[in-house]
């Protein structure tokens, strides 16, 4: 009985664990997309909506069935309620990416509005926390959730001085307008992705420790 428990498990973690390696792509694919005007690409991400759709109602019915059929322990139980979170928040990415891949399908029909340099700057540092977060939840490292946690205060500073200099262009010019605030919606996306990293990051922390540091400033996380 354990051991099928055990593998059970496993394969969940397996799920959620290929789930995060795709909406990671996700979220790279739709910056590489704005990056090279490859609108293709930034097709591709919206299709690869539904399978994320697909995994999500696959890895919630699994901890369903084993909570209702078997006795987790009290690990085992904090392991199932982190991995029903962890995977609303990696759809929720999913959603996050597939809007950043729908804005660059318009501004890929108008010229180049600025140097994007700041949003894949910003995409890069998403997909670290993401990446992080995942690997958090594997290795049970609460002191990398932790990092993953702090590291979205340097996401929210790339957000505000876009913000700023995107206001600037649209104040400047009428024509400027609609470019400006679908880059604005992409990095916009950036940060609501970080904000879902950081969701997982404490999901692994109470997972790992018991411990719920939702709404806690950092040093009543790190204790």
Known sequence: MERHLDYDLDRIRQSLLRMGGLVEKMVADATQALVDRDTPLARAVVDRDHEIDLLEIEIDEDCHSILSRKQPTAVDLRFLVAVMKINSDLERIGDSAVNIAQSVEKLNEEPVLKPYVDIPHQSQLVQAMVRQSLDAFVRRDDRLAID???????????????????????????????????????????????????????????????????????QAATG
């Open 148 to 218: 993953v946690c702090r590291g979205d205060d340097e996401v929210d500073g790339v957000y505000r001085k876009l913000f700023c200099e995107l206001l600037g262009y649209m104040t400047e010019d009428r024509e400027k307008v609609t470019r400006a605030l679908h880059l604005l919606l992409i990095s916009r996306n950036l940060e609501r992705i970080a904000d879902h990293s950081t969701n997982i990051a404490e999901d692994v922390i109470y997972y790992v420790s018991g411990r719920d540091v939702r709404h806690q400033t950092d």
